[in-house]
């Protein structure tokens, strides 16, 4: 805690965050518990948590929201611990122009998954502040039928809210619904493309454009460094290319370093220096990241090196599978466990091997050991007669006909165990979709709908543990 605190009391005394508390107030629009606990943080001279993430549909993938709650954990832990006012910031990141992966979000329903889409696709290089939503309706019909009863309506409305116009932008209405979310939990969400921001960011922007050589090849000897201890660079290194992106009219597009020094306009940083940008325009601690930010915080010290600034802190975040009580219903039913899901495919045939009978699982088993006694039984014989290597290849094409047979008893009795086999993908679409984690895949929204908006303060205090961990400087 101590570091913690060094760190907290440095931040806070530096000069000017009253003047930059207010010139950015437009792009954060504070409300409720979140203006409250931010409005202590500007009269106490306190210091943030920040985290963030690009649009994504319908709010994107749970980690949106387990980053959030991991921000909002470990500023009250280090309020707590090291008595500095704090709060956490969620980055809205609606700069990014990256529409493939904001324009999908992924439901589990009984059966599988399902993904919704939105189709109005942009011109290449068009920010989401600056995409506009499409028809939404029929996406926004199937998230309401996979929410099921959904005893908590509030947070379907907020999706009606923030997605219903077609006109509105994929940025716009992710920060609509992050901060109709997360400000009852005192989280204010900053919008990256407010224009208060992007003036806040330009002094950074523009010493990362003068600074643009040096930083090339900051960028290149860490790279080296990075290969040389076995792994690849998180961020691949693009000679020629600076660390920021100016908007052409609708359509932003990546700096040259031969034009860094002269470019005037919109200017918005890349990914290696946004940690930078948010640590400038606030009193940021630390940044609460994923493991792919984690990994390419080694190159943002680089580059921070190389404009002679202090390096951001990043931090994990806590990570989390949400098991909802019909979940865990139907893995009792199975007498399965989620770590069972791993590897795919292998517990559908496991559970159709046990629905096999008796008799034909013995038999199979008295086939194989039959087999796998041929050439001991008739071995001495077969090599006087010469023809010992088609004994042991006969060998093996019998215990290939009985795995190809036993293959095709266990596809019948997935037939068979039609039941069964639905739970398990209704099993696999809300733990493991896809085969991955989660809270990568699946959206919040129809959770958040059955078991009530409180699960973001359950989720928060979950995380409590972990962000003590961090600010005691413990291993997690």
């Given at each position: 805690a101590e570091a913690w605190r060094a760190l907290a009391q440095a931040r806070a005394a530096e000069s000017g965050w009253h003047e930059r508390w207010e010139a950015l107030r437009p792009a954060i629009m504070a409300t409720g518990p979140a203006a409250e606990r931010l409005a202590r943080v500007v009269r106490d001279g306190g210091v943030?948590?920040?985290?963030?993430?690009?649009?994504?549909?319908?709010?994107?993938?749970?980690?949106?929201?387990?980053?959030?709650?991991?921000?909002?954990?470990?500023?009250?832990?280090?309020?707590?611990?090291?008595?500095?006012?704090?709060?956490?910031?969620?980055?809205?990141?609606?700069?990014?122009?990256?529409?493939?992966?904001?324009?999908?979000?992924?439901?589990?329903?009984?059966?599988?998954?399902?993904?919704?889409?939105?189709?109005?696709?942009?011109?290449?290089?068009?920010?989401?502040?600056?995409?506009?939503?499409?028809?939404?309706?029929a996406a926004r019909h199937r998230l309401i039928e996979a929410s099921g009863s959904a005893p908590d309506p509030r947070a379907l409305e907020t999706v009606g809210t923030a997605y219903?116009?077609?006109?509105?932008?994929?940025?716009?209405?992710?920060?609509?619904?992050?901060?109709?979310?997360?400000?009852?939990?005192?989280?204010?969400?900053?919008?990256?493309?407010?224009?208060?921001?992007?003036?806040?960011?330009?002094?950074?922007?523009?010493?990362?454009?003068?600074?643009?050589?040096?930083?090339?090849?900051?960028?290149?000897?860490?790279?080296?460094?990075?290969?040389?201890?076995?792994?690849?660079?998180?961020?691949?290194?693009?000679?020629?290319?600076?660390?920021?992106?100016?908007?052409?009219?609708?359509?932003?597009?990546?700096?040259?370093?031969?034009?860094?020094?002269?470019?005037?306009?919109?200017l918005t940083p890349n990914v290696l220096l946004r940690p930078i940008v948010e640590r400038a325009i606030l009193p940021t601690l630390a940044y609460v990241a994923g493991p792919g930010e984690l990994a390419y915080f080694a190159q943002v010290g680089a580059v921070a090196?190389?404009?002679?600034?202090?390096?951001?802190?990043?931090?994990?975040?806590?990570?989390?599978?949400?098991?909802?009580?019909?979940?865990?219903?139907?893995?009792?039913?199975?007498?399965?466990?989620?770590?069972?899901?791993?590897?795919?495919?292998?517990?559908?045939?496991?559970?159709a091997r046990a629905a096999m009978s008796e008799t034909t699982a013995r038999t199979l088993a008295d086939l194989r050991e039959v087999i796998a006694m041929l050439p001991d039984t008739i071995g001495e014989e077969s090599e006087a007669l010469g023809v010992g290597g088609a004994v042991v290849g006969a060998t093996k094409g019998l215990h290939h006909r009985v795995d190809r047979l036993e293959r095709r008893i266990v596809a019948a009795l997935k037939r068979r165990e039609s039941a069964r086999m639905t739970d398990l993908a209704t099993l696999r679409a809300a733990l493991r979709?896809?085969?991955?984690?989660?809270?990568?895949?699946?959206?919040?929204?129809?959770?958040?709908?059955?078991?009530?908006?409180?699960?973001?303060?359950?989720?928060?205090?979950?995380?409590?543990?972990?962000?003590a961990a961090l600010v005691a400087g413990e291993s997690i």
């Open positions: 943030v948590v920040t985290t963030g993430q690009q649009p994504g549909l319908f709010g994107g993938p749970i980690y949106t929201w387990s980053k959030a709650v991991s921000a909002l954990a470990l500023a009250d832990a280090i309020q707590e611990r090291v008595g500095v006012a704090t709060a956490a910031i969620y980055w809205a990141a609606t700069d990014d122009a990256d529409f493939a992966e904001a324009a999908s979000t992924a439901i589990a329903r009984p059966g599988g998954l399902e993904v919704l889409r939105a189709h109005q696709a942009p011109p290449t290089g068009t920010p989401l502040a600056l995409t506009p939503l499409g028809d939404l309706e219903g116009d077609p006109t509105r932008t994929h940025g716009d209405a992710f920060v609509a619904l992050l901060r109709a979310l997360l400000a009852p939990l005192g989280v204010p969400v900053l919008d990256a493309s407010h224009e208060a921001a992007v003036k806040a960011s330009a002094p950074t922007i523009r010493l990362a454009l003068d600074r643009a050589s040096a930083i090339e090849a900051a960028l290149t000897n860490r790279a080296s460094e990075i290969r040389a201890a076995g792994f690849e660079p998180q961020v691949d290194d693009v000679r020629g290319l600076a660390l920021a992106f100016v908007r052409d009219a609708t359509i932003k597009r990546r700096l040259t370093i031969a034009e860094a020094s002269g470019v005037t306009g919109w090196d190389a404009m002679g600034v202090s390096a951001p802190v990043a931090v994990p975040r806590w990570s989390c599978t949400l098991i909802e009580p019909q979940t865990e219903a139907v893995l009792t039913r199975l007498g399965v466990t989620p770590a069972d899901l791993d590897p795919p495919n292998a517990l559908e045939g496991r559970l979709p896809r085969g991955a984690r989660q809270e990568r895949t699946l959206n919040i929204i129809p959770l958040l709908a059955r078991n009530g908006c409180e699960l973001l303060t359950d989720m928060c205090r979950a995380a409590g543990p972990h962000a």
